[in-house]
């Protein structure tokens, strides 16, 4: 029987920075935690055992709780659980649109500006860790440095403000991006799509760069039904 007041026994404590309130802290660590999939979909989140986790009171737990409701990442029953929620294809199909929208923007300005070197020095890098994290297996790692890669687009182009709206749009999609990572071949893909921005927006090509971007942000949602058909009880429409 599931035992509905504990947690996952993989879950490590999270380290707290008391200079910072607890709220967004708590907020932050699971839903790194979801979105990684080590909290999987269906996995019980029980309030009691996550102020213990985090050393805190109800107020913050609830109010993190909260915004992961509002994202889509968790499933709030009052009275009975809160549960990490099934991965919503039709959400993924948003953020992938939202996603793509402002990516081929972003390199398009980037592409056309005379002083990129900068931009293409922080992509490059991230580019660099990625790899040296592919090289040594780690995936979580990995995965880290996807999402910074396409932060640091947005942040050079001059949004980050967007760069939010497209983190809270792109919960469900991370997720399925996660999934398919461990899929022979995955990795090294994204490393290549990744390198044909770069490349792409240093040459200040702005047709390549977007057609590069378009490619990569598609690949997900392709591989969806592969995913929903070996992992049936992580997907929802």
């Known amino acids: ?21 607890a709220a967004p802290q ?33 107020t913050p737990v609830r109010d993190a709780l909260m915004r992961l409701e509002e994202e889509g990442l968790v499933d709030v029953f009052p009275q009975h659980a809160t549960r990490v929620s099934p991965i919503d294809l039709s959400q993924a199909r948003r953020a992938q649109f939202l996603r793509r929208s402002i990516e081929q923007e972003a390199v398009r300005l980037l592409c056309e500006q005379e002083r990129r070197a900068e931009a293409v020095a922080a992509l490059r890098a991230v580019l660099a860790r990625q790899s040296a ?18 932060a640091t687009l947005c942040e050079a182009a001059g ?31 994204i490393v290549r799509d990744h390198t044909a921005i770069a490349d792409a927006v240093a040459q200040g090509d702005a047709p390549a760069a977007q057609a590069a971007v378009r490619d990569h942000l598609s690949r997900s949602l392709a591989s969806a039904e592969g995913m929903r058909r070996s992992h049936p009880d992580y997907f929802r429409d």
């Open 159 to 189: 949004a980050a403000e967007l760069w939010a709206l497209v983190r809270r749009w792109s919960g469900h999609i991370d997720r399925l991006r996660r999934l398919n990572l461990p899929i022979a071949g995955k990795a090294p893909q």
């Open 133 to 150: 994290f592919l090289e040594v297996g780690d995936l979580e790692a990995f995965d880290g440095e996807d999402r910074a890669f396409h």
């Open 26 to 58: 708590v907020f932050d660590y699971l839903r790194e935690k979801i979105v990684s999939l080590v909290l999987p979909p269906g996995t019980v989140l029980p309030r009691a055992a996550l102020q213990d986790l985090f050393g805190v009171s109800s």
């Open 1 to 21: 029987m599931l035992d509905l007041q504990t947690l996952p026994p993989n879950l490590p404590r999270p380290a707290r920075d008391r200079s910072r309130q």
